[in-house]
């Protein structure tokens, strides 16, 4: 569905990502984990076209969508829930879900799309007229997942939805994840929290200063030693 | 009393001009950061397609409402487009630059019109045809209200409504201001966030014309340099109103508006010239930016992290 060809991105002069490859399949949820800075939030914001990459190819269902605008993605079926959650703090709670569906005409169905947000997150529905910044972190990131559902994406991008949440908040959006899945939507995750990123896909890849150093089955990638030693911490 | 009604209402006419330019710089700010110093001269392109028109269309002959609005809105739509054009032309291929960078270009471009206007046309003032059959209405005592002072009023107010009405109620208005807020955000959402800064200059520039021509009227006297002065005062009506604030830019410019008058009307019992009142509003600039940096209805949204 997705792949991402010797992909190579400079902030300047400064090289982010080197000739990294990796795929999405349909139906899958792939995680990318690494420390900070390794890279994960520049690939994403490289898929969705906020940055432009200098080498290398990115297709999407077939088509090469490097370069190409956001918003034409967004069209595509490309959506994410970016990193900082990057809700707008000026607008309501329902008025974020409603740019979220602001390609769709179908009034109905995005009517039906806003109360399976609000099935999802209830928490969000009690707090549908007050403003964004109002609400806690943990709030702004189940609006900042509900508002990327409403495009009704094919793929979701999810940047480091547990950044900064308490351990409870963080089971919510997983089982969130989890249910997003069910339904059938492919996700490619980045996590710091790669525990609970591992637990929660099918496949992951690691990257490190810009390269992906391992990838394989979640599973797999959980039981190894270096990842156990480097990012599960035991 | 009847002279402070008079100026009150003197002073409210050119505030409603202040605010309508106001509301351009301020949702041009609120969307890109930029202050947009040609902004004053589309407020002098506004009054010279309107010049124009009225001579082109064979309404300068006489009084005539539809005349007026035929004038109107004919302005109004040619300032949209150059205000588009000068965003598409001049801003947009150096958006991605240093701010000062487009604060140079957007001094450039204002010098630009100017000239160009000035070289086309010659720097002399022309008098714009009265649309409307002049006439003055006892309120009380001896305050008076011209016909058009009312036009000032029921033209502005009406734009101010349904500029409320596009920002908070439509869908490309929840979209302004969610460019506004994340531009990064917004392009992810699907939103074509050149297209809605487009539309941002369009519907800036209309109002401003909008105010060219309603000025027009009142003060049938129009020349290219007419924006600067003006532009620059309604600049700071935004400030004051707290930049990026739509009711902010409102309420700035009726207040500068108010003060102005205030200084020619009341000024010299308190020992202050009436060739103040272009100072004014610069003083009062100073006093902001000094006291209240954010303007009176701005304040600071912070981020949760």
């Known amino acids: 569905m997705l792949k991402l060809d010797n992909v190579s ?6 090289e982010a990502l080197t000739g990294i490859s990796m795929h999405v399949e349909q139906g899958e949820v792939v995680t990318l984990i690494g420390a900070n800075g390794a890279g994960k939030t520049t690939t994403l914001r490289t898929i969705t076209g906020l940055l432009q990459p200098r080498a290398g190819s990115i297709t999407f269902e077939g088509e090469e969508i490097g370069g190409k605008p956001t918003h034409k993605l ?3 079926g490309i959506s994410m829930s970016p990193e900082g959650r990057g809700v707008f703090a000026n607008l309501s709670v329902r008025e974020n879900l409603r740019m979220g569906a602001y390609l769709r005409k179908n009034k109905g169905e995005i009517a039906e799309d806003m109360d399976h947000a609000f099935q999802m997150f209830p928490r969000l529905k009690e707090r549908e007229s007050q403003k964004a910044g109002t609400l806690s972190g943990g709030e702004q990131q189940m609006l900042a997942i509900g508002r990327a559902l409403m495009s009704r994406p094919r793929l979701l991008l999810l940047d480091e939805p547990s950044l900064g949440l308490a351990p409870l908040v963080v089971h919510t959006i997983f089982e969130a994840i989890d249910e997003i899945r069910g339904k059938g939507t492919t996700i490619l995750l980045v996590e710091q929290n790669a525990h609970a990123a591992l637990g929660h896909s099918d496949r992951a890849y690691v990257l490190e200063t810009g390269r992906i150093v391992m990838e394989g089955p979640s599973k797999d990638l959980a039981a190894d030693p270096r990842i156990k030693e480097a990012y599960l911490g035991e | 009393m009847d002279t402070f009604v008079q100026q009150l209402i003197n002073g409210l006419t050119i505030g409603a001009i202040y605010a309508l330019i106001a509301l351009g710089y301020t949702m041009v700010y609120g969307i890109l950061r930029l202050i947009n110093f040609a902004h004053g001269d589309i407020y002098m392109v506004g009054a010279f397609v309107g010049y124009f028109l009225a001579f082109q269309l064979g309404f300068a002959t006489g009084p005539s409402l539809v005349g007026l609005g035929v004038v109107l809105i004919g302005s109004m739509i040619a300032a949209a487009l150059v205000g588009m054009a000068i965003e598409r032309f001049a801003y947009r291929p150096i958006r991605k630059y240093a701010r000062m960078t487009t604060l140079i270009t957007a001094i450039g471009v204002s010098l630009l019109i100017e ?8 720097a002399a003032p022309r008098a714009f045809p009265q649309l409307l059959r002049e006439q003055s209405y006892t309120l009380f005592g001896n305050a008076a209200i011209s016909k058009s002072q009312i036009l000032i009023f029921a033209v502005s107010v009406a734009l101010m409504i349904l500029l409320q009405w596009v920002i908070f109620k439509t869908k490309v208005g929840t979209a302004m201001r969610a460019v506004s807020f994340n531009l990064n955000s917004a392009k992810l959402m699907g939103i074509n966030t050149d297209f809605i800064i487009s539309f941002t200059f369009a519907l800036g520039s209309a109002l401003a014309a909008a105010g060219g021509v309603l000025t027009a009227q009142y003060n049938p006297q129009i020349d290219p340099l007419m924006g600067i002065i003006t532009g620059l005062k309604a600049f700071v009506a935004a400030v004051l109103g707290g930049i990026g604030n739509v009711p902010g830019a409102v ?13 020619v009307g009341y000024g010299q019992n308190v020992g202050v010239p009436t060739t103040f009142r272009d100072a004014v509003a610069f003083a009062i ?15 600071t949204v912070r981020e949760k992290v």
């Open chain 2, 115 to 122: 000239n160009l206007f000035v070289a086309r046309l010659g």
């Open chain 1, 9 to 14: 991105v400079n902030y300047g002069a400064i």
């Open chain 2, 251 to 263: 309420l700035g410019g009726l207040l500068i508006g108010i003060a102005e008058t205030f200084v």
């Open chain 1, 74 to 76: 967004v069209a595509r």
């Open chain 2, 285 to 299: 600039l100073i006093l902001v930016l000094l006291f209240r940096p954010t303007g009176l209805l701005g304040s």
